[in-house]
């Protein structure tokens, strides 16, 4: 009996201690704290620091785009700093992790508000992301993703201050289909659309509309299952085909991405093949490998290569200097551009005022790591025209081809 | 006078559920009076997922056989509730071929997720019967397949849920104090169910289902009762969920939910409905302590690299502490109540010295 009280008195213990933690963790978050360095002995650090917020996800299933874009969002700051902050003050950047569940990153993004955030970045997917949206735009700041390619990322669903930076679906469909239709001159696709996730049917989707749109013939949508391995069935239809198309259309994502290609190369069809930004993983370049990996086509958000322009190059410098090596994802970029995005169009308005910034952001055609970008006012959505990277897959090896942007987006 | 005496009676047998809404309704007012945004937010998923884990608790606790369906029926209430509770413009956004004679329907907040309560139910009616036969590994198993049928029902019948897609536009309603309502309305519906006979036949299945067959109890009946019952529950709770976050897929309703209602009910203790409400809030309150300190460690950048992940090993860590010193939950069947001995001190003690006792109690084994 005694033994059984003494139990409960320490789990009641533990727990009560660690609540206090939490209480106390909470406070003490929240109160100002003394920047370093700093010369005047003002009371209020409020003035001398401008914060952003970022909501992160560092663990879970978002982690893998998630912690890239974070390096990159990190490396900007420090750079920004270094050249003497904005609007006089030095920019702080706060990451509390959103733990790739959306209920934390809600929660995450009302601390980073309470500590005083003047602007949200947020996950870069609509289901992880667009609660931080959501309570930045009660808050009354900007809130904006680096890589949610989801239409529904948008100021008509979210709120007239919030943005990604990321092409739509929409835009990627869209330059995959221009591109092929005016650049390599096919007039023909047989489209095969993984059924599994949204990302590849949606993606399909806006691809055809715009092929058809040109004058293009799509002769078959296939489909296909991710897990299923097995692609016999529509290679089957494929090699049936009595007149060839001039290309396939494959909206899939890696594992299975890898499989379906070896399995069309290794029937003795070589097909060029086009596909989304799923295909910038380096995980399908050892995939297909030097035997099965040519005549493919992909648009994307970035080329990472000293050769794609002077300030990517010098981006490059910066990232070897702070990391001691190369970044070994593209999303490092995004994490970069939103920075930027973000203080300049605190520049811009002159004051860290999320509606201010909102119409910074609206108004300026931005020159980014990411290609150029224009998003569209508030009323119709902020919708990203964007240019989207061009890679060519030949032997295993990708190559940048250059930006396209596509001159008729379709509605989403 | 006898009545009432009665009623008396009955009371003092049953403080438990007093007991345990009590503490959860100050910790609702105070944090609704004196709390930030944030701490309203935690509470209010506390409130939600004390729906989800009492809810749990009906079936798994009284029948003993492990429910991996659960979240399935949360999910059912969640996308049927949205369904009634949208405005007709916000559901063209989202779901433009959803079923013409769904889209004008527009319901007040409370009877959409009546409901959507109501259809989980139903569909827990409806395959239960038949599953409530079987029990033990083959019980869980197809319980298992079952929350893989549902998931995929939700993925893939975009015309009522948009496919794998996320559903936007649907209205805020849960706040703290709708939440908090149900959550303790539920902790008495629990307790009561536990209580009535087809509870306690229920138990007696558990316990023994060859015997309680031979004494004349219906197994399959009283499993059915309970199933039922708890599906409602989730499908409440999935509706309270859905107007708390406004935006949902169908992978909110699958493996990661699920682990997480089922932990929270594991840790408390599955026999008991107070170990349903200990467990919710001690791993709530676990959860956020442990968040808290790992963000502040980062900010204040004690670390080279920041603590990555130390909320999930750390906490993994004390469930695993806690379940070996305590294998069936920190209650285990117990429930949280006054003895009569208790009472009778309490109304005492003014007079003695005594330290008044503990209130945990060994319960009666019926």
Known sequence: MMKKQLWSFTIVLVLLSLLLTACGGGAATQAPQPQEGAVTAAPSTDSDKIIIGAAFCLTGIQAPLDEPALRGAQLAVDVINEKGGVLGKKVELINLDGKSDPVTVGNVAVQLIQQGAKAIITPSDFDFGSPASREAQKAGLVGISPAASSPLFSSTVLGDKQFTMSMWNTTMGAAAAEYAYNVLGYRSVYVVTDTFIDYTKSLSRYFIVAFKNLGGEVMFEDTYTQGAQDFSAQLARIQALEKKPDFLYISSYMPDLGMIIRTIREAGIDLPIVGGDSYDDPGLFEAVGAEYGSNIYFTTHSWVSPDTSPEMKQFLDYYKAKYGSDPDAMWVVTGWDVVNILTKAMEIAGSTDGAAMAKAMEDTEWNLLTGKLDWSDAASGHQTNKEAAIVILTEGKPSFWGWYRPAVIPPP | ?366
């Open chain 2, 1 to 366: 006078m006898k009545t009432q005496n009665a009623i008396l009676l009955w009371l003092k047998s049953h403080t438990t559920p007093f007991l345990l809404s009590i503490p959860l309704l100050l910790l609702a007012v105070l944090v609704q009076a004196f709390g930030g945004t944030l701490l309203i937010r935690i509470v209010t998923v506390l409130f939600i997922n004390l729906v989800m884990v009492l809810g749990l608790q009906v079936f798994m606790g009284n029948s003993g056989i492990l429910n991996f369906a659960h979240i399935g029926f949360m999910g059912i209430g969640a996308y049927t509730s949205v369904l009634f509770s949208m405005t007709p413009q916000a559901k063209a956004a989202t779901l433009p071929d959803l079923y013409p004679f769904l889209r004008p329907i527009h319901l007040p907040f409370l009877p959409s997720l009546l409901i959507g309560a109501l259809a989980a139910a139903l569909v827990a009616a409806l395959v239960g019967y038949a599953l409530m036969r079987l029990s033990d590994a083959a019980a869980v198993i197809t319980l298992f397949a079952l929350l893989v049928i549902i998931h995929t029902i939700l993925v893939h019948w975009s015309i009522v849920t948009n496919g794998p897609r996320t559903l936007f536009g649907v209205d805020n309603y849960t706040t703290l104090g709708i939440s908090a309502f149900f959550g303790i309305l539920i902790i008495f519906i629990a307790y009561l169910f536990k209580e009535t006979p087809v509870g306690l036949k229920l138990r007696a299945s558990r316990d023994d289902r060859y015997a309680a067959a031979s004494i004349g109890i219906n197994v399959v009946q009283v499993r059915w009762a309970g199933f039922v019952l708890s599906a409602f529950l989730a499908g409440f709770g999935g509706g309270l969920w859905a107007h708390f976050i406004t935006s949902f897929s169908p992978y909110a309703f699958y493996l990661t939910e699920t682990f997480s209602i089922l932990s929270m009910l594991v840790i408390g203790g599955t026999g008991s409905v107070s170990g349903a409400v200990v467990g919710t809030v001690v791993v709530t309150f676990l959860r956020e302590a442990l968040r808290a300190i790992e963000n502040s460690a980062n900010i204040a950048g004690l670390f080279q690299n920041n603590l990555v992940g130390f909320t999930e090993v750390f906490l993994s860590i004390l469930l695993i502490l806690i379940l070996i010193y305590r294998p069936s939950g920190i209650l285990g069947s117990r429930e949280i109540r006054l003895t009569s001995e208790d009472l009778r001190s309490v109304t005492a003690s003014s007079q003695t010295d005594r330290p008044v006792p503990s209130s945990t109690k060994e319960g009666k084994h019926v």
